[in-house]
């Protein structure tokens, strides 16, 4: 399925290409390029990093695939290309999706602008790292 998917978007099904794009596929938790590259290079020996990254390059200019740059120094990857926000922990450090309505953003002043692409991030705490903070305030207690 997966290789089918490469060819519908004219790129050449090659064993690491289908082994990324269903990597994340199967890991929705927007993972780094060092998170995709551990969690395949078991399975393939003679995978590279650059491999990864130039892949993950291919994918995200065919639109089969989103970049996430929540922080200057880390690039996520999510293969849900659908218009939806991010919001990042700052405790725990996971980015989760939300769904936005973006034709209820008033965008007026971009009447006369193409847009290619629309992101929006949110930063904070996550309800897991909350109750945990409240658990640990009432163990002090
Ligand atoms: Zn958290
Ligand atoms: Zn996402």
Do not use: W
């Not at 209820?104 to 790292?129: H, M, S, W």
Request: proline share 3%; aromatic share 8%.
């Amino acid at each position: 399925m997966v290789r089918e998917y490469l060819i519908k978007k004219n790129i050449k099904p090659l064993f690491n290409r289908i082994k990324v794009l269903e990597y994340l596929l199967s890991h929705r938790n927007h993972p780094t390029v060092d998170e995709i590259y551990n969690g395949l290079v078991g399975e393939l020996p003679t995978l590279s990093k650059t491999t990864v990254y130039n892949t993950l390059k291919l994918f995200v200019n065919s639109n089969l695939v989103r970049l996430i740059t929540i922080e200057d120094n880390e690039t996520r990857y999510d293969a849900d290309v659908s218009d939806h926000g991010h919001f990042k922990c700052e405790s725990c450090d996971q980015v989760s999706d939300f769904s936005i309505d973006t034709d209820k953003l008033d965008t007026a002043d971009l009447d006369r602008f193409k847009i290619v692409e629309k992101n929006v991030y949110y930063k904070g705490i996550c309800p897991g790292c909350l109750d945990n903070k409240k658990l640990r305030i009432q163990e002090d207690v």
